[in-house]
């Protein structure tokens, strides 16, 4: 079983609002990803955790606040973004903490800031 | 940082035919390149990888090759079919410490196979 779940599928969020993206495995990796992806380009890594540690922030605004609650689970806490943050966000979870080893991603959730 | 440069960015081919994805990257520290297919509102899918210690992969109709003297590395799929049309992309990652698996991907190829 290779399965990343994420949720929701489908966000659609005011500027002023909250909201959460989940992310679940069940494969038993150390290292779990938040990657942003926008229409016709590749993943951009956002951040990476590793023992449920955050161990690289590739320079994200804060209003993104990633949060590893246990081994399994990734959550992205949003507040205050702008339209320009509407993206595929996707979840992505490797065996291995350290690079050489695959990576596995979710579904996705499609957010639409409005 | 690693460079990924990947071409042709769209890819038209009749069913049957071979298609060929190349990419090349910079960092001589990566060692590990693995393909991703994405279909339409979908996440991606790895669908093979290849690591340095290794010149060649295949996998039923899909084959990666490695030059890694000349740093390029390149997707072959044999008989295609129309589902294999999607956006394929390229990465390379460093086993170094500090890297945590971190993904450079390719700007991603565009797979058009007509029936």
């Known amino acids: 079983d290779t399965e990343v779940t994420q949720t929701p599928k489908h966000l659609v969020m005011g500027m002023t609002n909250k909201k959460s993206l989940k992310c679940e495995q069940h494969?038993?990796?150390?290292?779990m990803y938040w990657y942003k992806q926008k229409a016709k380009k590749p993943p951009e890594l956002m951040f990476v955790?590793?023992?449920?540690?955050?161990?690289i922030n590739e320079s994200v605004p804060s209003r993104f606040s990633p949060e590893c609650p246990n081994s399994s689970l990734l959550n992205l806490h949003l507040h205050a973004l702008q339209p320009e943050d509407s993206a595929l966000y996707l979840c992505?979870?490797?065996?291995?903490?350290?690079?050489?080893?695959?990576?596995?991603f979710g579904q996705g959730t499609r957010l639409t800031v409005v | 940082g690693e460079n990924v440069e990947q071409h042709p960015s769209t890819l038209s081919v009749q069913e049957g035919d071979s298609a060929v994805i190349k990419c090349t990257y910079s960092?001589?520290?990566?060692?590990?390149f693995p393909w991703y297919k994405q279909e339409l509102g979908k996440g991606p899918q790895l669908i093979i990888d290849?690591?340095?210690?290794?010149g060649e992969k295949k996998d039923q109709r899909i084959a990666v090759t490695l030059n890694k003297t000349a740093k390029h590395f390149s997707l072959h799929i044999t008989e295609t079919q129309p589902e294999d049309s999607a956006v394929y992309f390229c990465?390379?990652?460093?086993?170094?410490?500090?890297?945590?698996?971190?993904?450079?991907f390719g700007q991603g190829t565009i797979l058009t196979v007509h029936p």
């Open positions: 992505a979870s490797s065996p291995g903490v350290r690079g050489g080893t695959e990576a596995f």
């Open positions: 494969m038993g990796h150390r290292a």
């Open positions: 955790y590793s023992y449920e540690k955050l161990s």
């Open positions: 960092d001589s520290a990566s060692n590990y």
């Open positions: 290849i690591r340095s210690n290794v």
């Open positions: 990465a390379a990652s460093s086993a170094g410490g500090t890297s945590y698996g971190k993904l450079t």
